[in-house]
């Protein structure tokens, strides 16, 4: 274990997926924010992860390589985080393949929904810009329609029109997710449980009864300290992780200008006060 971390964030997005700042960026921006650890969590993506460690300098915060697989199963949807895994293992690499293939059909699908139900076309050069993005998604295309004067916002675009379309089997099922982190030697973590995929409210009886289900497929963590909690989800979070004796993370869902969230902002007061956030920091690969 590496003593002295206090302040973390383990839950980010760069460029690489839907957040706006570059990865070598990334760094310095933490070191300014004071924080002892930070890792970078791009959706079904650890590139930006090998750009950091080739940037980052001996004086710059402890660095903790993760990502963030969007899941989908007969009960609903999850985001789960992955930590300290070994980004050349075979099991995390073949489900990172998977929800890459997946992303891109998407896209691909909601471009043609888009032009067939709305009339919404792009030129040539935007839609080569959009496929440039290693991991382009709904805010990519939102802020296309914005940029065209389809929409007001990027969230007007979303709620409006990218999500009149929807999948249900282009999704990477949460166990698939879970033993792809464990077969390479990494640990699970549900992000933001009480939000499932983001827009959901889970709580309550719903809420212990997925955690149990995905403690069965070998889930070891979950996201308690968040962003967009409550003191009142948070201490729920936080009695089901207890229950389950699981591990605690704690994470912004930094996005840079593409949220307003702020770096950091994990509502934890300090990484010392949980001893579960502790046991996790004990047990992951750093570095």
């Not at 090998?50 to 004086?59: C, G, L, M, N, V």
Request: glycine share 10%; aromatic share 8%.
């Amino acid at each position: 274990m590496i003593s002295g971390i206090t302040k973390l964030d383990l839950h980010m997005h760069t460029s690489v997926s839907d957040g706006t700042d570059m990865p070598e960026a990334v760094p310095a921006l933490v070191k300014a924010t004071g924080l002892d650890l930070f890792a970078v969590t791009d959706h079904d993506s650890i590139s930006a992860c090998a750009r950091i460690r080739k940037a980052r300098t001996p004086e710059d915060p402890l660095f903790l390589p993760g990502v963030e697989f969007s899941c989908k199963d007969e009960n609903g949807k999850y985001h789960i985080l992955g930590y300290g895994f070994d980004p050349d293992a075979e099991p995390i690499r073949r489900v990172l393949e998977k929800g890459h293939a997946f992303r891109l059909n998407k896209v691909k699908k909601r471009l043609e929904f888009l032009e067939t139900a709305f009339g919404f076309s792009f030129s040539p050069e935007d839609l080569r810009t959009l496929y440039a993005i290693e991991c382009p998604g709904k805010p990519h295309i939102g802020n296309l329609m914005v940029k065209y004067g389809y929409a007001t916002t990027k969230e007007d675009a979303i709620e409006h029109y990218i999500d009149q379309i929807r999948f249900k089997s282009e999704y990477i099922r949460p166990e698939e997710a879970i033993e792809g982190i464990l077969g390479g030697g990494g640990i699970p973590v549900l992000a933001h449980p009480v939000y499932g995929d983001g827009g959901d409210m889970i709580l309550g009886s719903e809420l212990e009864e997925r955690v149990d289900r995905l403690t069965s497929y070998g889930l070891q963590g979950l996201e308690a300290y968040y962003s967009g909690f409550t003191p009142k989800m948070c201490q729920e979070v936080l009695r089901l992780a207890g229950k389950q004796d699981l591990y605690v993370t704690a994470g912004s869902d930094y996005h840079g200008a593409n949220k307003m969230v702020m770096l950091g902002d994990t509502g934890l007061p300090s990484a010392q006060d949980d001893e579960s956030l502790q046991r996790f920091l004990a047990d992951v690969r750093i570095g």
